[in-house]
Nanobody, 112 residues
Framework: EVQLVESGGGLVQPGGSLRLSCAAS????????IHWVRQSPGQRLEWMGR????????KTARNFQGRVTFTADTSTNTAYLDLSALKSEDTAVYYC?????WGKGTLVTVSS
């Protein structure tokens, strides 16, 4: 059974940074791109970018360039998203996904 489990969400102050984790199991981690997608309250899903865990190559949506980093640890089958310079508009549920399968998401709230 494929599982993607996000963690690391919570309350973060504006201007801060966060690291989200995506623990993957049930499939060959190095054979699937891991995408990060978020959904802000009342908004559509927003694709942030993706990583190829096998060789570490990434692609980042233009809206997040310079503020987000995608990494992956193939020894633990875990993908990471680092997001900096957080704003209230970054409040959202963040998901990792292979596109075929999705995690349940982790809520990030940016507020003072």
């Amino acid at each position: 059974e494929v599982q993607l489990v996000e963690s690391g969400g919570g309350l973060v102050q504006p201007g801060g940074s966060l690291r989200l984790s995506c623990a993957a199991s049930g499939f060959t981690f190095t054979r699937e791109y891991i995408h990060w997608v978020r959904q802000s309250p009342g908004q559509r899903l927003e694709w942030m970018g993706r990583i190829n865990p096998e060789e570490g190559g990434t692609k980042t949506a233009r809206n997040f360039q310079g503020r987000v980093t995608f990494t992956a640890d193939t020894s633990t089958n875990t993908a990471y998203l680092d997001l900096s310079a957080l704003k209230s508009e970054d409040t959202a549920v963040y998901y990792c996904t292979t596109i075929h399968d999705w995690g349940k998401g982790t809520l990030v709230t940016v507020s003072s």
